[in-house]
């Protein structure tokens, strides 16, 4: 009886082929990953820019308006102090009065305003905080790419969660 041979090359060279197919398909299916994620973290990145200067601006604003008031004040405090002093010997009592009440008034609308703007301007630091650690997260996701290293992405992916918790205490 006639033994049969079979040629393992092609065998041996198919399976090298196949696995190193596989090999590429898993890598390749890492790097879409990577890809997906960076985007998404990219897209999260530009909406905090967004909203911290949103916040910023607000906070000039309410700033602005906080100034406006308080040269305000001090406009009234300088009539009162007019109206104290009079030509005749008299002072205008009533209108002393007048603007010492309006003056309490403007005080209040000024502080309200200062308030609004340290609100704004702390939502402002977090937001922006978020932002750096978005493009920190982009940036060694990009080295994770370079470098194949898996254990690089998964520390983009925890950078980004920490910089997904400042987005989220900045739109609060």
């Known amino acids: 009886m006639e033994e049969i041979e079979i040629p393992t090359e092609h065998l041996h060279e198919t399976i090298h082929e196949k696995a190193t197919e596989a090999s590429n398909e898993k890598e390749s299916s890492w790097f879409m990953y990577v890809a997906i994620s960076t985007a998404l973290i990219a897209v999260l990145a530009a909406i905090s820019g967004l909203m911290a200067g949103h916040h910023s601006n607000e906070a000039l604003i309410q700033q602005i308006k906080a100034s406006d008031q308080w040269a305000y004040y001090q406009a009234k405090g300088i009539k009162a102090e007019i109206k104290s002093i009079s030509i005749n010997g008299q002072p205008d009592a009533v209108a002393v009065e007048r603007y010492k009440k309006e003056q309490e008034t403007i005080k209040q609308k000024a502080e309200s305003a200062e ?51 400042f987005f989220v205490l900045g739109l609060i």
Not at 134 to 149: D, G, N, P
Request: aromatic share 6%; no cysteine; hydrophobic share 60%.
């Open 115 to 165: 308030k609004e703007s340290d609100k704004h301007l702390a939502h402002h630091v977090l937001l922006a905080s978020s932002v750096t650690l978005f493009q920190i997260a982009i940036a060694i996701s990009a080295i994770a790419i370079l470098t194949r290293k898996k254990i690089l992405w998964y520390g983009s992916l925890l950078v980004a969660a920490i910089g997904a918790v």
